[in-house]
């Protein structure tokens, strides 16, 4: 079969690698149908993910048609549409065994540090794969796993009915963010530096925007609070200096969500988390989140399809790269499509 492997960053090929068996009980074979291109996997493209090795098969945001499953499987059977959640972990750590298998010690993402899924067929254990209950656009399957973390945000961030919420960020994950916030009853105030992106995320959903560049946000945040001050700061923009502002914007009690993986440090002053009781929390991957974003998507609260900006065949995987690489200001997501 067909797959994308990055053998070394800026060298990305289409290889022929063995489609994978039914080896275990509760195994199940994927046809891959689509596929979302991440940053992570722009991250192993370039050389600039720490966490990933070479050569590798990427990709950790898939869906498809299930082929076969394992003598032990007994919910998923051939013919399903399913979205395949990328994290593996081991199930007998502390982080584990509370019910967090998404900080696993061991934990392994798929695409990342094992082969992932941009390939025609993958291979997942039957507790990763979720399905789909009703037929739904094929191209879309794989756009399941950016809206689990815009969901495990929402659950780390406890953002209810009534919650006022910023979120630092109007790319793809802040996008996610945003439509479960929204979902969930919030009222949403978004920032970046791009106009286009702001606009993007007026129009599916946020009630307002604030071009930083241009525009002072505390003053904007006053007006969004009636001076009270923002409750739920969500920091998607991953540098030093955005959590600093996170945490110097936060309301007293308020709720500060972190999601960067930087090794550089903040400089954050202690009393501001104390005087303020501030709720600092980091959220990473998903936390069992699969099912909650496929009822979203099949009941029409959440919509995959505006976060797409273009589908590209599989084979066509360097022409999806540059078009990120070069206009990332258009750009959400990328889809790729396997089929030839």
């Known amino acids: 079969m067909k797959a ?16 994978p068996e039914i080896e275990k009980p509760d195994d199940v074979i994927v046809r891959v149908t689509s596929g979302g291109i991440c940053g992570s996997d722009i991250g192993i493209w370039n050389g600039t993910n720490s966490l990933a090795t070479y050569p590798r098969l990427i990709g950790h945001e898939f869906g498809g048609i299930v082929e076969s499953v394992g003598s032990a499987v007994k919910d998923i059977k051939p013919g399903d549409q399913v979205a395949v959640d990328p994290v593996i972990s081991c199930g007998h750590c502390y982080a584990c065994r509370i019910g967090r298998h998404n900080v696993c010690r061991d934990l392994e993402v798929m695409g990342v540090h094992r082969d992932g899924g941009f390939a025609e067929y993958v291979k997942a254990p039957a507790e990763n794969v979720h399905l789909f ?24 961030a406890q953002i209810g009915k009534g919650d006022k919420v910023l979120i630092m960020g109007a790319g793809p994950i802040g996008i996610c963010v945003m439509q479960v916030a929204k979902r969930n009853g919030a009222q949403v105030i978004m920032t970046d530096l791009v106009k286009e992106r702001l606009e993007k995320a007026k129009s599916m959903g946020a009630d307002e925007t604030v071009l930083v560049s241009e525009e002072n946000l505390e003053e904007r945040l006053d007006q969004f609070t009636d001076g009270e001050g923002i409750p739920v700061v969500v920091d998607t923009v991953c540098i030093p200096s955005s959590f600093e502002q996170a945490v110097n914007l936060a309301c007293p009690a308020g709720r500060v969500v972190c999601l960067g993986l930087k090794d550089k440090p903040s400089s954050i002053c202690m009393a501001e988390i104390t ?8 959220s990473r991957l998903n936390n069992h989140c699969f099912d909650e974003v496929i009822e979203g ?21 360097m022409d999806a790269l540059d078009m990120i690489k070069e206009h990332p200001q258009d750009v959400l997501k990328i889809v790729l499509k396997f089929e030839d």
Not at 4 to 19: G, M
Not at 135 to 140: G, T
Not at 275 to 282: N, R, W
């Open 275 to 282: 005087k303020k009781e501030l709720t600092i929390v980091g």
């Open 4 to 19: 994308i492997k990055v053998i070394e960053p800026f060298k990305v090929e289409i290889v022929d690698v063995p489609k």
């Open 133 to 156: 209950h009703k037929k739904f656009d094929e191209s879309l399957l794989g756009l399941v796993e950016p809206f689990t973390i815009g969901v495990e945000v929402n659950n780390r």
């Open 297 to 317: 998507f099949e009941d029409g609260s959440l919509h995959p399809e505006e976060l797409m900006t273009k589908a590209y065949n599989y084979k066509e995987i």
